[in-house]
Every structure is written in structure tokens, then in C-alpha cells.
């Protein structure tokens, strides 16, 4: 089992930035791909950013050109610095993890690994 941490969310206004950290530890026996995903009350959990060494860095439409993530593989972190921030960026995100390469990196179906979450406020 693969633990996840995250760390970095709080509230901001629209338009700030804000910098998710996501550390994994435990069972790692091989490369890890990882992602950030985001969920609000009442909807279904979407991918927002993944990273592996296959596909590279994968984005959701909706946060292109906003948002970057940044995998350090000898440190198993997986960041997401978030800028330009919308009032519809507010959501619990979620670290998630898999070992080897994922099919379709923003799939939820895709990692059996995730982490706790941290809330992120973004007001108009």
C-alpha cells in the first residue's frame, strides 16, 4: 500500500495562487504515476493534473494553461501549483497514485492509491 499526504490547500481569492504538495511513501517498489483530482458535494470526482513518464504531464480542459504539475520521482512528490484561481476551482483535491503507467491518467478507475485531500476555497 502506497500512503499519500497531502498539503497546501486553503482559501484564496479569485485570481490568487495556491501550490498543492502530495508526498508518497510505504510499498514503493516502482515508478509511481500520480495525479490530482477534485471533487465538490454531490458530484463525481474529476482528474484535474497527471504525470508519469509515459504520457508526460495531463491536463483537464478546464484547467489548461492555469494550473502545472510537477512530479520529482526520487522524491515520490507529486506538486500542483494553481494559479489564476476561479471561484469554480473550489473543491476537496485529492492526491492519487498507481504503480507502472496509467491507462488514461485522469481516470478515476485508474489508481488504487489516494490520499486524504485538502480543501481548496477560491471566493469571488
Known amino acids: 500500500q502506497v500512503h499519500l499526504v497531502e498539503s497546501g490547500g486553503g482559501s484564496v481569492q479569485a485570481g490568487g495562487s495556491l501550490r498543492l504538495s502530495c508526498v508518497a511513501s510505504?510499498?514503493?517498489?516502482?515508478?509511481?504515476?500520480m495525479a490530482w483530482f477534485r471533487q465538490v458535494p454531490g458530484k463525481e470526482r474529476e482528474g484535474v493534473a497527471a504525470?508519469?513518464?509515459?504520457?508526460?504531464?495531463t491536463y483537464a480542459d478546464s484547467v489548461k494553461g492555469r494550473f502545472t504539475v510537477s512530479q520529482d520521482n526520487a522524491k515520490n512528490t507529486l506538486d500542483l501549483q494553481m494559479n489564476s484561481l476561479k471561484p469554480e476551482d473550489t473543491a476537496q483535491y485529492y492526491c492519487?497514485?498507481?504503480?507502472?503507467?496509467?491507462?488514461?491518467?485522469?481516470?478515476?478507475?485508474?489508481?488504487?492509491?489516494w490520499g486524504q485531500g485538502t480543501e481548496v476555497t477560491v471566493s469571488s
Open positions: 504525470s508519469d513518464s509515459v504520457f508526460g504531464a
Open positions: 510505504g510499498n514503493i517498489y516502482d515508478r509511481l504515476s
Open positions: 492519487a497514485a498507481r504503480h507502472g503507467t496509467a491507462i488514461e491518467p485522469l481516470s478515476v478507475d485508474d489508481y488504487n492509491n
